[in-house]
């Protein structure tokens, strides 16, 4: 069964750091949009970092935009969310994505609204 399963939440100190891992299985990662959404409670879902294959483009929102950085190992079909300077403002459930779409990164992360895969989600809590 194809699917994405994330690792490496928790909780961690304000001006800490988290690196968040995304392992696909059943499909090819290298071939899709990618990205993170995260949510909490009573607020909207998030697009907080997003990259297009195709457009060769990265986007985050101001709200992190400096902190926190996405990538991928095509080898391991692995993707990362490196957060760091972390606020209490962060946390929320953290959920990556991939969805095979000819888009841009700031359209995936805040145009699309069903994806192809979706992780089940690892929360992250900033508190001290």
């Known amino acids: 069964q194809a699917q994405l399963v994330e690792s490496g939440g928790g909780l961690v100190q304000p001006g800490g750091s988290l690196n968040l891992s995304c392992t696909a299985s059943?499909?090819?990662?290298?071939?899709?949009?990618i990205g993170w959404f995260r949510q909490a409670p009573g607020k909207k879902r998030e697009g907080v970092s997003c990259h297009s294959t195709s457009h060769g483009t990265t986007y985050y929102p101001d709200s992190v935009k400096g902190r926190f950085t996405i990538s991928r190992d095509n080898a391991k079909n692995t993707m990362y969310l490196q957060m760091n300077s972390l606020k209490p403002e962060d946390t929320a459930v953290y959920h990556c994505a991939a969805h095979r779409i000819w888009s841009s990164s700031s359209f995936v992360c805040t145009g699309l609204y069903s994806f192809d895969y979706w992780g089940q989600g690892t929360q992250v809590t900033v508190s001290s």
């Open positions: 059943g499909f090819t990662l290298e071939n899709y949009a």
